[in-house]
């Protein structure tokens, strides 16, 4: 009896962990990590930026390989970086709102929640013209408050697939790419990290991942697509 104590701690975290944190959970709602279909399309996104010494490089290999691509920003990121946020909307990729300051207990307030949300787009709507219409909530923590929030400031929720779950951990471009790979079928969405939270970061690992992935994925007959188009909302 004594050794089902902890099997049963593990099976309650997993399930906890699946229904607030999964990429794959619809439970509280529409959550999309990909799409079904045939086509051979993919959405690579990008989450906690804009951040100098690591997003414009981004830019640079996107522009490279002429593939669109979604950013999820944090409003705070933005505020410091007005001219890289500018920079995203003129190359033609899309911007989703990631939170203010991409902080864990502000999800248990529900004012400062929704600030969190609308301070954002506000933030956005100056910098480049327009609000985003995608959210992606930070560590992809959700509940069912959230979705009611996002229906009132007419923002559609977006999951996706780690392209690499030790990205945070900054191992090996190479490892990163394999994992990735692994994920590639068609109309999923793959995320990676061009921040980390409010806070910058050093993302020069994932910078060259990227370089060495969409090359990868292109020879595999595939095209990118922005999170919008993939699910064809229109922004």
């Known amino acids: 009896m004594d050794a089902l104590i ?13 229904l607030f944190f999964s990429s794959e959970s619809q439970v509280f709602g529409r959550f999309p990590y ?30 490279k390989y002429n593939a669109k691509s979604t950013f999820f920003v944090c409003g705070q990121n ?24 991409h902080s864990f207990d502000k999800y248990f307030d529900g004012t400062a929640f929704i600030s969190e949300i609308t301070r954002t787009q506000d933030i956005l709507k100056k910098a480049v013209g327009r609000a985003p219409v995608l959210f992606r909530p930070p ?16 923002l559609r929720a977006v999951s996706g697939l780690f392209g690499s779950e030790l990205e945070v951990f900054r191992p090996s471009a190479q490892l990163m790419v394999n994992r990735a790979m692994t994920r590639l079928k068609p109309g999923v969405i793959l995320i990676f990290h061009d921040g980390y939270n409010t806070k910058g970061g050093d993302r020069s690992r994932t910078v060259e991942a ?8 292109l020879e595999n007959g595939y095209r990118f697509v922005t999170v919008d188009d993939l699910l064809n909302i229109k922004s």
């Open 139 to 154: 560590w992809l923590f959700r509940y069912p408050r959230l979705f009611k929030t996002l229906k009132a400031n007419d």
């Open 210 to 217: 990227v370089d060495l992935l969409i090359p990868r994925i």
């Open 34 to 63: 990909r799409i079904n279909t045939r086509e051979k399309i993919i959405a690579l996104t990008f989450d906690d930026g804009p951040n100098p010494s690591s997003t414009g490089k981004i830019l640079e290999i996107l522009a």
């Open 6 to 18: 902890p099997l049963c701690g593990l099976f309650i975290v997993g399930i906890i962990y699946y």
């Open 78 to 101: 933005v505020e410091n970086n007005p001219d890289l946020t500018r920079a995203i909307s003129e190359a033609g990729h899309t911007l989703g709102n990631h939170s203010y300051s």
